[in-house]
Structure formats: structure tokens, C-alpha cells
Nanobody, 114 residues
Framework: QVQLVESGGGLVQAGGSLRLSCAAS????????MGWYRQAPGKQRELVAD??????MYADSVKGRFTISRDNAKNTVYLQMNSLKPEDTAVYYC?????????WGQGTQVTVSS
């Protein structure tokens, strides 16, 4: 079993920055895929970025503004979000694919004011 605890969301003005963290505990495999998704009101949940073995993937809408990273010693994945836009407003969820089993965090709200 894996537990995910997210932190770092909040309210920020357009152009500002936030850093999200997601700490995983439990039976963690080193080669798992960790990532961030988001869901805005009335929209489907979408991939923001993910990382495994140092390989990263980003949604086109966040390329050049967001950076995903992970600390394997702490089983933690981060999402540095810069140049935030109002359209980035959403609940952000951490997701871990741990040996084929999927786990989701509880979500953290990010609100970007114009």
C-alpha cells in the first residue's frame, strides 16, 4: 500500500510561482512513475507532467514554465510552477504508478488570480 501526501498549493497572482510537493510512503518501487495531474472545474483531469528514471514529460500548455523533479531518497516528487496563468487554476493531484498499481493523492488547490 502507498500513501501520498501533497502540499504547496495556494493562491497566487498571475506571473507568480508555486512549488508543489508529494511525499509517498509505504512499499515504494524505485522505478515507478510519479506525476502530476490537474482538474479544473467542469473539465476532465489532465496530465501536467511525469517523471521516471530521469525522463520527464510535460503537457504542451506548461512546457517552459513548469519543472517536475523527484528525490528518490525521500520518495518525493515536486512540481515547480513559474509564470503561472489564470488558466492554470485547478486542483492538482499527485499520481504514482507503483509496479502497475495506481495511487492518487488527495489533491491540492492552485488558484491563479488575474
Amino acid at each position: 500500500q502507498v500513501q501520498l501526501v501533497e502540499s504547496g498549493g495556494g493562491l497566487v497572482q498571475a506571473g507568480g510561482s508555486l512549488r508543489l510537493s508529494c511525499a509517498a510512503s509505504g512499499s515504494i518501487f524505485s522505478g515507478n512513475v510519479m506525476g502530476w495531474y490537474r482538474q479544473a472545474p467542469g473539465k476532465q483531469r489532465e496530465l501536467v507532467a511525469d517523471i521516471t528514471f530521469g525522463l520527464t514529460m510535460y503537457a504542451d500548455s506548461v512546457k517552459g514554465r513548469f519543472t517536475i523533479s523527484r528525490d528518490n531518497a525521500k520518495n518525493t516528487v515536486y512540481l515547480q510552477m513559474n509564470s503561472l496563468k489564470p488558466e492554470d487554476t485547478a486542483v492538482y493531484y499527485c499520481k504514482v504508478n507503483n509496479g502497475g498499481r495506481i495511487y492518487w493523492g488527495q489533491g491540492t488547490q492552485v488558484t491563479v488570480s488575474s
